[in-house]
């Protein structure tokens, strides 16, 4: 088996390896979502986007005020709070935080400089502060209002906080965690907890008219006559003529963060089926509906009772896979001659008792006259899911290859949540479970497909690596700047879909 490890050190041989021929869902502050804050200074514009629960992040850009051209996106792991400019620097402060749900407020004080595009997270390593307001007083001193650490006996701690100023000779050269939480003592107020969305969305909507939010795309398909089929957080699926004009758009109605989850067009391409996504509590009975290819109506639809993922197989009909209810991901293998899936055998009745996970398959059975998707015959075991003894292994995307093998991706359980080295794509025999090669990374995959040479990879970082199919050697390895692919699909040997955090698709070649 070979190991591959993703490491500083790394050097590509390949500069800027995809070449971006389209890009649909393009709007102004399309990398923001639904605005929550906006401030401006001469020049310049910064808006914050809502915090998303799927992707765990919060977007802020900054741009252009004239033109409306993005300078620098950064993201951030609690919702935000406040932005403020600096009087001089090209240096955008923006404050973050939560309720940790028992006891904390925490948060961070991000440092943004559009110019270099590094962020720095300023607090000293821990759990932080909730920052609530900021402003520069001059180019040395800013004056920040806290929330109270926690709320330990202390209900005013919702609606009060404490204003303390720190100074820096050079604001520039501010360091990770280089601010003490001693410096954050000061006096206690009231601090009632604003809300800026309505100002917000009235700023962009003078600059611009037809800004139009969109959410992370989830699966992205292409028609062999060029229509490409989306499906997105908040939309179940939408087609897109290969003039870049959507043909039609078919919204979700449901009211939580719901929309298309996956994507599996019948073998005749006159419909497509999507599983739409729904809260953790209704995922045995999330909803499979089926669409016209031609104008988007609703031919047929119902909710399979159980957990499941909606795949493609090998012979392009529709498949349902088996999915655990307990677990937050779900192996999705697409291309399968057999349905794959991670079954769990718990050992104890209590939840957080030892389980053992298998990696299993059944035969597709046969669809029925309707075109519903075929469901799966009887299991069989295959394998311990991890061939790590005594790990335990999150499931992620994968794809079945020529040979019968299956490339996927995961993460490793811990109890302190992922380590470095703990993402992975591994390839295995799918006969004895024998890994042929497992490549390693710091940040979980997004999607993942595949060719006939080589498998594409999507991170949550931002980066889009393709390794070599035959022993997970990286060939090349590209980053999008200020969003992540949250959706990727392989059409041929040199072009690929991408899809993004920010609703766009970005139909690429790859030089």
Known sequence: MVEVDLGPAMILNVINPLRVDGVLGDRPFAEIGEPVLAVMAEGSLAVA?????????????????????????????????????????????????????????????????????????????????????????????????????????????????????????????????????????????????????????????????????????????????????????????????????????????????????????????????????RPYAQQSARPLVRYSVADGARIDGFSPQHPYTLVQCHDGLPAIAPADMDRMTRLRVRRGRRIYFQEVERTATRWLDPTVEWLSAADPMAAGPDGRPCPAGDPRRLFRYSWVPDESHFAGPGVEIADGSLVYAGTVYHGHGLQPGGAFVVRRDVTTGDPHWVFRADCAATDLDADTDTVYVGYQDGDIIALDLQDGSVRWRQRLQGVFPTALTAVAADRLLIGTSDGRVLTCRIR
């Open 49 to 277: 986007g809502e915090y998303v629960h799927e992707s765990g992040q919060a977007p802020v850009a900054v741009y252009d005020s004239h033109d409306l051209s993005c300078r620098a996106v950064l993201r951030s792991r609690f919702p935000v709070h406040a932005l403020a400019f600096h009087p001089t620097l090209p240096l955008l402060a923006v404050g973050t935080g939560k309720y940790d749900g028992g006891y904390f407020f925490e948060g961070a004080l991000l440092l943004l400089n559009w110019e270099t595009h590094l962020t720095v997270s300023s607090f000293e390593d821990g759990i932080g502060r909730e920052v609530l307001g900021l402003e520069w007083l001059d180019d040395h001193a800013l004056r920040l209002l806290l929330a109270p650490p926690d709320d330990w006996q202390d209900k005013a701690a919702w609606v009060e906080g404490h204003v303390a100023v720190v100074r820096r000779a050079d604001w520039d050269a501010v360091g990770p965690g280089t601010i003490d939480l001693t410096e954050l003592a000061g006096p206690r107020f009231s601090a009632p907890r604003s809300d800026g969305r309505a100002e917000a969305e009235a700023a962009l909507s003078r600059l611009s008219g037809n800004r139009e939010p969109r959410r992370s795309v989830r699966a992205i398909e292409e028609l062999s006559d060029g229509r490409i089929l989306a499906a997105l957080a908040g939309i179940a699926v939408e087609c897109w003529l290969p003039s870049g004009e959507v043909s039609w758009r078919i919204p979700d109605d449901d009211d939580s963060d719901g929309g298309g989850q996956e994507l599996a067009v019948a073998p005749d391409e006159r419909s497509v089926w999507a599983g739409l996504m």
